[in-house]
């Protein structure tokens, strides 16, 4: 139930960087409690840190980078795609 996945871009720097690989837990599909996770977001697989937005109706996602130069998103839940928590990194030297 675990995936090891290559970061590609710079929108989670300087948590994460292009290059970077996590290991995905592919069990931890909920977003209770927030934190980050590989999602497919309805334009791409990507990393983010995702939380539910519980008052939201209908049921809505918040997507942040950790990298200000990218602006947080929302999704309906049904369009996220999680595929699971990342629940390590390791980074090139």
């Not at 599909?29 to 497919?40: E, K, L, T, Y």
């Not at 918040?62 to 200000?68: C, E, G, L, T, Y």
């Not at 602006?71 to 699971?84: A, K, L, M, Q, W």
Request: hydrophobic share 40%.
């Amino acid at each position: 139930m675990a995936r090891i996945i290559t970061i590609d871009g710079d929108s989670m720097e300087p948590l994460l960087a292009s290059g970077d690989r996590v290991l995905v837990d592919t069990s931890q599909r909920v977003p209770a409690p927030p934190g980050i996770f590989v999602i497919w977001d309805g334009l791409g697989i990507v990393a983010k840190r995702i939380e539910h937005i519980p008052t939201a109706e209908p049921s809505r996602i918040v997507i942040k980078s950790v990298n200000p130069l990218y602006g947080d998103y929302e999704r309906p839940t049904e369009e996220v795609n999680i595929i699971g928590r990342v629940i390590w990194a390791g980074k090139k030297l």
